[in-house]
DNA sequence: CCGCTGTTAATGTGATCACACATGTGTGAT
DNA sequence: ATCACACATGTGTGATCACATTAACAGCGG
């Protein structure tokens, strides 16, 4: 019905495509902020290609919906109004439990310890206030599990989810801390999934993007 | 949630959105077909523009999963497999139906004139067996009605449906021939909109996607 | 000190070229 | 006659350049 449930997108492997996943995968981890101006120039030198890759990988960010353009035709990291981000909270709720459901059955227990893993280095990383630390960590928390779901019709929308909602939940981190998101609930994620206790994993997911909305709650 | 709903997507004149509106449109109305190959260089000769604002359109249009990679990176028109033109159809059904629900108040005596003025062209089509003359007026038809919901979310939505459902109707009726789609429920339309029935007017809608349904039984 | 203005830098867009690869075709050897 | 190899053609990709537009900023006049 849209971009995601059309037929699954051969993607070759060129600069464009490689460029176009790095970049979305920076904009889900808050590497940028709403507003933030994205050069074709600036993004080609950073990763050592051409004008051309960058230029199409943005493009490409623009149609689905990640980019804006400006008023002046510079593209821009859109803004997220309140009610949306809410919006956008409230679906991430609806897919991302049903997907975590989907990929309870597939995870090991090395999956668990990665997990683990993943969680210690975002405890370091709040303790150092180090904010995009944190959100990197989270943002390979959530979708280390969801990969699991081998889902080729959630995932991507999920994606997309997560690529509206991480320049401006990066924006009101910075603005209010990264203490207001200190108790996240990755520990009862694993521990639930230690139990194997699939109800208590889908919860606690659940709660975990809960605790987004009343941030926001709180900050409004 | 998806590239639809996000944010009114603002479009600069340039050639390349030039290029992939007017794709858009002729993809609806049926000029392509399934496993039609889609030059960069072909359709920048065609619109007398150099490759880079095709380049751009079949890019776009690839993202949109109007168009597909084949397998060696040449760039296709997708095929539609008979459970999935019957998904589409099942899904234009219901929203299209919503759309002119949205659309009927909206809709003035002038744009009866103008549909009835409409269904007489594709009439002459069909009387000329001219495939194409009449895919193109039954698109004008539909959208001469969807455009007037006013609607930034499904308008969109419903225009990637038949992005997808136009390559795969003109491949059955080329095969099929124009006569199995004779018997429309055009004249229902228009006879609906001026009594003012919302309710007739809607049924005729979803009765005229439905004989496309019935069309698909009777291929297969 | 404020406001206007001309300049400068940076942006997206469009055009053109080189390259690697796939495909089809014709030609030559067997 | 048939098969294999080379060549020609067309493809998307990547690089580079020119151009118009725009935002920012320094400099000048009030």
Redesign the interface.
Known sequence: ????T??D????NTASTRLHRALRVRMCEGDFSPGDVISIRRVAAEYGTSAMPAR?AI??L????AL??S?S?KIIV?ELSRE?FH??LF?RKSLETQVSRQAFTHITTDDIDELRRIDTEIDEAIEQSDLLGYMRGNYRFHFHIYRRSHSRVLLP?VE??WL?YGPSMRYICTRWGASTIADDYHREVTQALSRGDIEAFCHAIAADIEQGMQLLHQVE
Chains 1, 2 share one sequence.
């Open positions: 019905m849209d971009t995601h059309s037929q997108a051969f993607s070759p199409e493009r490409w623009v149609t689905e919906g804006v353009f008023d035709r859109p949306r919006e956008v679906a929308i997309s989810l509206q």
